[in-house]
């Protein structure tokens, strides 16, 4: 079957490369030449425009090479404008005549001159629009038929990424936030918007960069944020319409996916109520984490986990390899309502509320086989779970600008979720039943005023409480640890409460001043406080004599409070192309941890100082360098005193001390050229040096595992990556390259041997993107991963090194053989060179045939997931104890038959 497929696509990409050669050389002209200076210098990364006479439409562009050359293609006939342009030179303008298949040759000396390009209008059809810090993208321009969703147009527009979790990137840069006519609908959970709104009622995506979510702030705070605002068609504004989308399978049994919008965005109000039911594995909510725990990020700083209470036990784990709409099966239910109404010219008020309930099976077989000084040996483990999720999220948020120069918000959102989640398992042939019920409940208030009192000063006050409760009670019936508890014997099963709750609550008060010549000075003070309960009791049961034993040593009662009160100053200070940042924090500590042994009180006081870099010697070079030195306190998870039940077989243990954690950064980021130009760059180095981290000290056996974490000195993080984009103008077309290469060296215990660890891993793989304007493009692509694990410890199958390697490649089609007829296969290959021969490489294809009966109104099509029928999927990883191989099971093939309507 391997063999037969990996024919198919081999035969396939030969006829791709056939097609795309056929395509990009049919009916071109060609403009090529050299721009100079007066000095016959080679002018790199000009911009070279091609203009119809008396327009500033452009039809077509370049960009130079470091050797000055340049070359356009285009299928336009007639005469035009060809327009020289670059920093520090004047424009030139020199008059073109092109006829069909003609070849010309333009050579340009350009006057050197101070310049500033404030707007730029790419394609004639003004496909692409930059205007300072805002780039323009027109949505038809990139639309090729085959979109329903807006994260499907996303994934077409040049410079734009989307993840596969659903995340926006825009030139490498994480979105803060999805608009819609200038309102925020969702915020950090916009993933809920770009997997459900209609594509076809987008007229444009703006790309707001530098962008500043307080108004007031705006060419004030220096930011680096970028942010997305969704334009509609004029025949979705002002009215009402809505989109239905049910989906069933077609000679699949109980298959089905449905999908059903109303949307009204208004001058004065804006509603969208989205629902969804699906058991094809779907999420449509994305990562709804990011809007469930929306405020926290950033603004609980006292230690590192300090934004969300900590639910120790976790039956789900998510395949990292083939992701989880393959593994997941489910039966959901989703209904979504967003309302922002404008009350008044200063008040608006927006609410956001939905549910999801969920029941989901997930399958897998895992052999673990280690290598260790004291023997080796190997687990078996066969799961099969079912649980069960309800959440509910409500979201209140209101903003009053009092004047032009004052605002105020206040924020509120409560979530709760219940859990309920059952496993059979079957370790090492022992049968067993799990069951863990957690019942999760947060709130998050916040309130924000700010004052711009000078034209380039702005007051900012800012409050926030939290509070995150997640309880859990797990059981097994089953005694899995022979040789940890004793009388083995009398023990039936195991059982474990535990729950950790936090209040966490800040105020603070910013300053920004900005100068008038371009310097920033900003300082914040306040006050931050943070109370966390923790208790965990672990029972060992007898059934018979209703005998419960609490076993010393794995019962957990802590109270870990925090409170500090802390000043940060930072200026940034211009010279010229330079910029250099200096950020300095002074933090004093209250801290205080009662356990069981007793209680420590620490009050230590941290300087954490920063120094920032910024070199731009011109709109194509920018390079960032930044280091930075940081202590902080120590997270709940690794600092409880006794050992705590993390999976059936598994207990791990805190350092119990209050001691702060040292380390120093050092990142350099350099870009070149624009994500919009014909080649971008953009390469990171990081080095992390740990002064002070916890190792793991651990046992393990063939019936359990402890781990006790250590406090240890100097480890060492480095970490480069790249990524370069190429547009080929005369094959339409996108080439990215990317690479990266991180090292780390620790060193921890096992079974009483104490060891040095080495951890390196490569990643590269590239990726082409066909733009054609015929009926047929293509994104084909491949990625290696490699990781290399060595350490000191030997054993009589180990050497002390151990390497993985896995690749995933990609191929997607698209073809439009008439106007009212889409096609689109995707076929996904993987490989893993640990495997045997037989179950090391996997192809998958899904397609998709969608018949256009009115346009934007009325479709249908036919989607087939997984065709090649693949049941199960094996991957293996590494780490510095031995390899692990995983087998899941995956959703079988289905077809379904969709209809779209909108009204």
């Known amino acids: 079957m391997g063999k037969r497929i990996k024919k198919y696509f081999t035969t396939t990409l030969y006829y791709l490369i056939l097609f795309v050669s056929g395509n990009s050389v049919y009916s071109q002209s060609v403009v090529s030449g050299t721009v100079t200076d007066t000095l016959q210098q080679p002018v790199a990364f000009a911009n070279v425009f091609l203009k119809p006479n008396n327009s500033d439409a452009i039809i077509a562009f370049s960009t130079t090479q470091e050797d000055g050359t340049y070359k356009i293609t285009t299928d336009k006939t007639g005469d035009f404008q060809l327009s020289f342009s670059s920093i520090s030179y004047t424009t030139k303008t020199v008059p073109v005549s092109l006829q ?8 340009a000396v350009l006057n050197e001159a101070t310049f500033a390009l404030d707007e730029v209008i790419i394609n004639n059809d003004k496909a692409i629009t930059v205007k300072e810090d805002t780039i323009i993208y027109n949505a038809d321009s990139f639309k090729q038929g085959t979109e329903e969703t807006v994260e499907d147009l996303l ?13 926006v990137k825009v030139g490498g840069k994480k979105v803060e936030k999805v608009m819609v006519e200038g309102d925020d609908l969702f915020e950090k959970g916009y993933k809920l918007l770009t997997k459900n709104l209609d594509a076809s009622v987008v007229d444009k995506v703006e790309v707001y960069e530098k962008y500043s979510s307080n108004r007031l702030l705006k060419n004030i705070e220096e930011s680096d944020k970028v942010a997305l605002n969704l334009t509609l068609t004029k025949e979705a504004k002002n009215q009402l319409f809505g989109v239905v989308r049910p ?16 949307i009204s965005f208004r001058e004065k109000s804006k509603y969208y109520l989205f629902a969804n039911f699906n058991n094809i594995g779907e999420n449509v909510t994305g990562d709804i984490d990011q809007l469930l725990g929306e405020g926290q990020q950033n603004s609980f700083v006292t230690n590192n986990d300090g934004g969300e209470a900590v639910s120790f036990i976790n039956l789900f784990r998510k395949p990292n390899d083939i992701g989880d709409a393959r593994t997941n099966f489910n039966n959901a239910e989703m209904g979504s309502l967003t309302n922002i109404q404008n009350l008044s010219d200063k008040v608006k008020l927006k609410t956001i509320g939905f549910f999801n309930w969920d029941e989901r099976d997930f399958f897998k077989n895992k052999t673990e086989n280690y290598f260790l000084p004291t023997g080796d040996f190997t687990n078996t483990e066969n799961y099969s779970l079912r649980g069960k999720q309800f959440t509910g999220f409500g979201k209140t948020t209101l903003t009053y600008d009092i004047s032009k120069t004052k605002s105020f918000e206040y924020s509120g959102d409560y979530n709760s979720t219940d859990l309920d989640t059952g496993s059979n398992l079957l370790f090492n042939n022992s049968p067993s039943n799990e069951r863990l019920n957690e019942y999760q409940f947060s709130t998050h208030q916040n309130l924000t005023y700010t004052h711009k009192f000078k034209k380039n000063q702005v007051f900012l006050l800012t409050g926030m409480y939290l509070f995150d409760r997640k309880p859990q009670d797990y059981t097994n019936n089953r005694f899995l640890f022979d040789g940890l508890f004793m009388p083995e014997e009398t023990v039936d099963g195991v059982f474990q409460d535990s729950e950790h709750s936090l209040h966490s609550a800040k105020v603070e008060a910013s300053l920004f001043n900005r100068k008038d010549n371009g310097d920033l000075f900003k300082l914040d003070a306040g006050l931050d406080y943070q109370d966390n309960q923790y208790k965990s009791s672990f029972q060992l049961e007898n059934d018979e004599n209703t005998q419960h034993i609490n076993p010393t040593g794995f019962q957990n009662s802590l109270t870990y409070q925090l409170f500090s009160g802390y000043v940060r100053s930072s200026y940034r200070r211009e010279f010229g192309n330079f910029a250099l940042t200096g950020n300095l924090e002074l933090r004093q500590h209250i801290n205080s941890l009662k356990n069981r042994e007793g209680s420590q009180n620490k009050s230590p006081f941290f ?19 930044s280091f930075k030195f940081e202590q902080e306190n120590p997270s709940l998870p690794n600092i409880n005193d006794d050992f705590v039940l993390k999976r059936y077989n ?25 994500y919009l130009s014909t080649f971008f760059s953009n390469t990171t180095f990081y080095y992390k040096k740990y002064h002070d981290y916890f190792a793991s000290n651990s046992v393990i056996t063939p019936n359990f595992t402890t781990r006790e974490l250590v406090r240890l000195e100097d480890r060492d993080l480095l970490n480069i990556q790249t990524e370069g984009n190429i547009y080929f103008a ?27 660890v080495e951890l390196q891993t490569y990643t590269y793989g590239m990726e082409v993107r066909s733009a054609f304007s015929g009926p047929f493009n293509f994104h084909i692509g491949t990625e290696w991963f490699e990781s290399v694990f060595k350490t000191t410890q030997k054993s009589t199958s180990f050497t002390g090194k151990q390497t993985n390697m896995t690749n995933k490649s990609f191929l997607d089609l698209i073809y439009k053989p008439f106007k009212k007829l889409n096609i689109s296969a995707n076929g996904e290959r993987y490989f893993f060179d640990n495997l045997d021969s037989d179950n090391n490489t996997y192809y998958f294809m899904d397609m998709e045939a969608k018949y256009t009966v009115l346009k934007n109104k009325l479709s249908f099509s036919v989607e087939g997931k997984n065709l090649f029928n693949i049941k199960n999927f094996n991957n293996i990883n590494i780490d510095d104890t031995g390899i692990i191989s995983t087998q899941y099971r995956l959703l079988p093939r289905f077809v379904l038959l969709k209809m779209r309507v909108r009204f």
């Open 730 to 756: 005369a094959l339409n077309s996108n080439l990215k390259l990317k690479g990266g290469f991180s090292t780390q060296k620790y060193q921890n215990s096992v079974n009483k041997n104490f060891r040095d």
């Open 607 to 625: 300087i954490n100082p920063e120094i920032i870099l910024d070199w731009q010697p011109n709109d194509k070079n920018k390079l960032i360098s």
């Open 100 to 107: 069909k298949d003609e070849t010309k040759t333009v050579n």
């Open 247 to 262: 989906g069933y399978g077609l000679g699949y049994k109980n298959k089905y996916d449905s999908k059903a919008n109303l």
């Open 155 to 167: 994934k077409n527009l040049p410079g734009v990424e989307v993840e596969n979790d659903g995340t």
């Open 650 to 674: 598994y207990f791990s243990k805190g350092v119990a001390t209050l001691e702060p954690l040292k380390t120093s950064t050092f990142l350099v980021n350099y870009t070149l050229g624009h």
